[in-house]
């Protein structure tokens, strides 16, 4: 086997279209998670047992069912009940369902570790319950999970590939086409995981620099 640089600078355009287009996929799939698993973690917590019940139930089916699976269903089937969105927008949303069932753990964890008296001290100050939420709860308890966010974050960008199924020409994606157009697999999927590396490997480095930041 021998390595062709020819191969690889041929491949470099649709490298570069394929990361943008991975890098939108994960700013907006990471917008869509931490704001919807924002939502089911507050819902979570609402008096109400028929509120929990039910987004305990999705948020449960979700998040033990495949991203894979979820990724055809949205794709395939609902279009046969009249709801048809293009690949990307239906990647986007797959992934940041996906992952809001786990962001809203950790918002869960976050909010269980404000100190009691932070409530207290709000209802002896009687603020009402959206300003207690506001200014008092969630500015604590997001400080406290940013970590663990952007953990997430992470974990997304190296479920990307999995659009390829549904035809999203992302990094992987990108990488395969050419492939098979001009047999030669080892320079594109050695630059993609290369790439992967030079993405994922700094910005778990920064998550622990964050982390000991917040700790101190």
Do not use: C
Request: aromatic share 14%; net charge positive.
């Amino acid at each position: 086997m021998t390595w062709d640089w020819g191969a690889v600078a041929d491949f470099m355009p649709r490298f570069w279209d394929g990361l943008l287009l991975t890098l939108q996929i994960l700013a907006l799939g990471s917008l869509i998670s931490f704001a919807l698993g924002l939502v089911w973690a507050l819902l979570m917590r609402t008096p109400s047992r028929w509120v929990r019940w039910p987004v305990g139930a999705v948020t449960e089916f979700i998040r033990n069912t495949p991203l894979l699976v979820q990724l055809f269903f949205l794709f395939y089937v609902l279009p046969e009940w009249g709801f048809t969105f293009s690949a990307l927008a239906t990647g986007v949303f797959a992934i940041g369902l996906h992952y809001s069932t786990y962001t809203m753990q950790v918002y869960r964890a976050g909010i269980e570790a404000v100190p009691a008296g932070q409530w207290e001290a709000a209802t002896a100050l009687n603020l009402p319950v959206t300003r207690t939420w506001r200014v008092v709860i969630l500015p604590q308890a997001i400080r406290r999970v940013v970590p663990a966010l952007g953990n997430y974050v992470i974990a997304m960008l190296k479920d990307t590939p999995v659009l390829m199924t549904i035809t999203v020409m992302e990094m992987l994606g990108a990488a395969r086409l050419f492939a098979q157009e001009n047999f030669q697999f080892t320079e594109p999927l050695t630059v993609i995981g290369v790439a992967f590396i030079l993405i994922a490997y700094p910005a778990s480095l920064l998550v622990r620099a964050l982390e000991r930041r917040l700790v101190r």
